[in-house]
C-alpha cells in the first residue's frame, strides 16, 4: 500500500469530489486517491484553515498540517499530489524530492518557469523519482485514438491542428499545448505569429511542428471553457470538441451531383468509437502507480511536459511585447 498526501486542498485535490457518492468516477487527486486499491491518503496541508477543516470532514479524520514540511516530516509519505498555485509547484516539489518522496503527482503547468521545470527534471532523476504531470487528456481514449489517426495516416497526412481555447493559455489552453506534442509526435517547433496587443493572457498564434503541421490557435476569455481541437487530414476532418466530451469525424466523399468533386460528410460508426470523459483522474492515478512499481516513466512527466512549457512560455512572452 502506498501512503499518499496532499499539499494544496483546493478544486483540483479534493473539492470537485465533495458531495459526489464514492462510487462515482474521480474528479480530484483525493478523490482518486481514495479509489485506488494500491493507495492510501493519510494527509494533506494547506495554509488555509478552511480547506484544512473541509478536507477532514471530506476524508473522515485524515490528518492535516498547516505546512507541507510538518506534514513531510511526520507522515513520510511515498506519493504526495502537489496541488498548491503554480507559482508554488517547485518549491513544493523539491522539498518533497529532497525529504525522499519518491513519487509525485504534479498539477500543470509543472512549473513556473522552464528553468524550474529543467532544475526539477535533473533533481527528480538524481533521486530516481516517478513524476506524473497531470495533462489528463493523455488518458481519454478519444485523444489517443487521435493520435492514432495521425501518427498512422489513417486518412493521409494531417496538415493542419486548429485550436480554440477558453480561459487563459496558462489555466487551461495549456491542456492543448500538451496535446500539440501528445498527438503528433512533434518534439520541436517554430512560432510564425502570435498576436499583440489584445489579450495577452489568450493570444491568438500560428506556429510549426517539427512533424509538419501547422497550427492555429485562438484563445478567447469566455464564462466557459472551450476546448475544442480539429485535425484537418488528406481524405478527412477529425476534431474533438467541449476538452473531450465530443468527437466527431468527417471524411471525404465524391459529390453525387458533381462528380470528381469531394465533400466532407459525418461518417457512422464513428472513427472515435464511444467518447467517454469518465474515469480520467482514476486513469492517470493508475498510471502513475504502475509506472513507480515497474520504474517506467508515465505516459504524461516531467520530460514531455518540457516543450509544452517552453511553447507556452514562448508565446506568453511574445504576447506582452
Known amino acids: 500500500m502506498m501512503r499518499a498526501a496532499l499539499i494544496g486542498l483546493g ?11 464514492p462510487t462515482d468516477f474521480a474528479l480530484s487527486q483525493g478523490g482518486a486517491m481514495r479509489r485506488h486499491p494500491e493507495v492510501q491518503l493519510v494527509g494533506g496541508c494547506s495554509p488555509e484553515r478552511a480547506d484544512r477543516e473541509g478536507f477532514s470532514d471530506w476524508s473522515q479524520g485524515v490528518p492535516v498540517f498547516e505546512t507541507p ?11 504526495v499530489g502537489i496541488c498548491s498555485p503554480t507559482h508554488d509547484h517547485f518549491d513544493h516539489a ?24 529543467q532544475a526539477l527534471i535533473t533533481l527528480a532523476d538524481k533521486k530516481n523519482a516517478t ?8 488518458y481519454l481514449p478519444s485523444y489517443q485514438r487521435l493520435k492514432q489517426l495521425i501518427q498512422t495516416q489513417e486518412y493521409g497526412t ?20 500538451d496535446q500539440l506534442f501528445y498527438v503528433t509526435g512533434a518534439t520541436a517547433y517554430a512560432i510564425d505569429w502570435v498576436e499583440r496587443g489584445r489579450d495577452s493572457e489568450n493570444p491568438a498564434f500560428t506556429l510549426r511542428l517539427s512533424t509538419g503541421q501547422r497550427v492555429q490557435a485562438f484563445g478567447a476569455q469566455l ?22 466530451k465530443q468527437a466527431t469525424a468527417e471524411i471525404a466523399q465524391e459529390n453525387s451531383l458533381f462528380p470528381g468533386f469531394y465533400d466532407l460528410t459525418p461518417v457512422t460508426p ?16 493508475e498510471d502513475l502507480v504502475a509506472s513507480a512499481n515497474e520504474g517506467s516513466l ?9 516543450c509544452t512549457q517552453a511553447l507556452m512560455e514562448d508565446i506568453l512572452a511574445k504576447a506582452k511585447t
Open 298 to 306: 508515465p505516459q504524461s512527466n516531467l520530460h514531455s511536459a518540457y
Open 69 to 79: 514540511k510538518a506534514m513531510l516530516d511526520q507522515l513520510q509519505p511515498e506519493m
Open 131 to 138: 513524476v506524473c504531470v497531470n495533462y489528463f487528456r493523455r
Open 158 to 177: 494531417c496538415h493542419l491542428l486548429r485550436l480554440l481555447y477558453s480561459p487563459g493559455l496558462a489555466r487551461n489552453g495549456v491542456h492543448f499545448l
Open 11 to 21: 478544486n483540483i485535490a479534493w473539492k470537485y469530489d465533495q458531495g459526489r457518492p
Open 223 to 244: 464564462c466557459y471553457h472551450s476546448n475544442d481541437i480539429d485535425a484537418v487530414c488528406d481524405r478527412g476532418v477529425f476534431s474533438i470538441h467541449h476538452g473531450g
Open 94 to 117: 523539491r522539498l518533497c524530492l529532497e525529504a525522499g518522496v519518491r513519487v509525485l503527482w504534479l498539477e500543470k503547468p509543472p512549473t513556473e518557469t522552464l528553468d524550474e521545470l
Open 270 to 285: 464513428s472513427p472515435f468509437g464511444e467518447v467517454s470523459f469518465e474515469r480520467y483522474m482514476d486513469r492517470v492515478l
